[in-house]
């Protein structure tokens, strides 16, 4: 067996024993404990620590808003089907199928959280346009105490990001489904508190500000849609490629002479793939590799995401993803239900730094479905016209076929088979002019 099979077939046994317990495998008395499990599975991924990891600062730009992407296992990248885009990919605002609006709750490791309201929307006289922003804030309990463990400072450390998102579909048809492209402009504040003086134990007023920071930079993508393999009926492409630079920017700590420029921020680069066999299973997977602008000669360890999610009915799916960075592992599984025009997202994930406390590293998130703005409806009509210009076409009224379709096209300039049934219309009645007119010689 190879190094790699190796790799993957004693993780599974390992997650297999640790969460299932069979008892023909090992009995309930014989199964191992969670932190023993932790500890084998520290030793075992220990090869691939990353010295250079946590060399950069606004960590929380590495975090995902919960839910929906967590459940993926962060295999975003290259599907992006919905608001959560504005976390991994800035490109897929135009393919949005909906206006939505979205709250994110992510509950981190050791107490912090991460809170994110978000808003994305398509124009309607600008279809493939699209226009977003969110802000989001991660907070951590800050607790400073004394040489005889006496509470003197409570406060938080927080980091603060607001966005500003835009993106195109160019040359979108129905045959070439265009490629996306998008930006994402970024603000951070990096606020920490005041702290205590180590001889009187009085609070030093500006103290924790000089540690605060600023931060600026921007996020950029492009993404591809077509179908390959695809075994059911549907408008939407099966396939999705998606690439991605996140975080491209510089940051700022302290204020006055005591500025400092040399914390890089958690700079990637991204590729995606996702594809959907048949309708209700899509697969996707990215490839994720940190770089440091500030000294980009220094290697860090790339990452590696999975995602499967099974629709069960329209209103209900379930997801489960696994990616692995470095030397933490981590297992990822969640629920997706749609009521009302309201989408919610529960999504646990499981990692060596996770207990199996209920309400550790539980994200949730709710999204609001605010219609797509008539687009529906337009693509609907354009069917219309189309299956009745196929009528006229089979019973030889090829100039009435023209007609109805010069008026989908009306409605969608890129209908590519309306394009394609003029073609051949106007072909269809050349040629009948010709045959009238030898038939006129002869």
């Known amino acids: 067996m190879t190094n790699k099979g190796l790799f993957s077939h004693t993780l599974a046994f390992l997650f297999f024993l640790t969460f299932f317990n069979f008892g023909p495998v090992i009995s309930k008395a014989d199964a191992l404990p969670f932190a023993d499990v932790q500890t084998i599975l520290g ?82 006289n600008i279809p493939h346009l699209s226009a977003a922003g969110y802000i989001s804030c991660f907070y951590l309990p800050f607790t400073e105490y004394d ?77 591809m849609q077509f179908n390959f393999l695809k075994f059911y009926s549907s408008r939407d492409p099966n396939v999705r490629i998606g690439f991605s630079a996140q975080n491209l920017g510089i940051s700022f700590t302290g204020f006055g002479d005591k500025i400092k420029t040399d914390d890089p921020l958690p700079t990637t680069l991204a590729a995606g793939l996702s594809v959907r066999l048949i309708k209700p299973i899509a697969l996707s997977i990215d490839f994720v590799q940190p770089i440091n602008l500030m000294n980009p000669g220094t290697y860090l360890i790339p990452a590696v995401n999975t995602g499967v999610s099974v629709q069960f009915a329209n209103f209900v799916s379930l997801l489960a993803g696994f990616s692995i960075k470095g030397a933490n592992p981590r297992i990822s599984t969640g629920f997706e239900f749609e009521v009302a025009k309201i989408r919610l997202n529960l999504n646990y994930t499981l990692d060596l730094t996770t207990s199996l406390a209920p309400v550790n590293r539980i994200s949730l998130s709710a999204k609001l479905l605010l219609g797509d703005k008539g ?68």
């Open 43 to 124: 030793d075992f991924f220990s090869a691939l620590s990353d010295e250079n990891e946590g060399t950069t600062t606004f960590r929380s730009l590495l975090i995902p808003f919960g839910g929906r992407t967590e459940s993926l296992g962060s295999a975003y990248t290259g599907l992006c089907d919905d608001i959560s885009y504005l976390r991994f990919n800035p490109a897929a605002g135009a393919i949005q199928k909906e206006t939505q609006i979205a709250l994110f709750h992510n509950s981190w490791i050791a107490d912090s959280k991460l809170e994110t309201l978000a808003f994305s929307t398509r124009f309607k």
């Open 147 to 223: 040489f005889f463990g006496e509470r003197v400072a409570g406060s938080y450390y927080t980091e603060s990001i607001g966005a500003l998102n835009i993106s195109y579909n160019l040359l979108a048809g129905y045959d070439f489904k265009g490629l996306a492209i998008g930006t994402t402009l970024k603000a951070g504040w990096r606020g920490m508190p005041d702290y205590t003086d180590n001889d009187t134990g009085a609070i030093i007023a500006g103290s924790g500000l000089a540690q605060s920071g600023l931060a600026l930079m921007a996020d950029v993508g492009i993404m």
């Open 375 to 442: 687009r529906s409806i337009i693509d609907s009509k354009v069917d219309e016209y189309y299956q009745l210009g196929l009528h006229y076409y089979a019973d030889a009224k090829w100039e009435d076929a023209i007609v109805v379709w010069e008026e989908a096209l009306k409605l969608n300039k890129r209908f590519d088979p309306a394009i394609q049934g003029i073609q051949s219309a106007r072909y269809q009645i050349e040629m009948f002019k010709k045959i009238k007119e030898s038939l006129m010689l002869d």
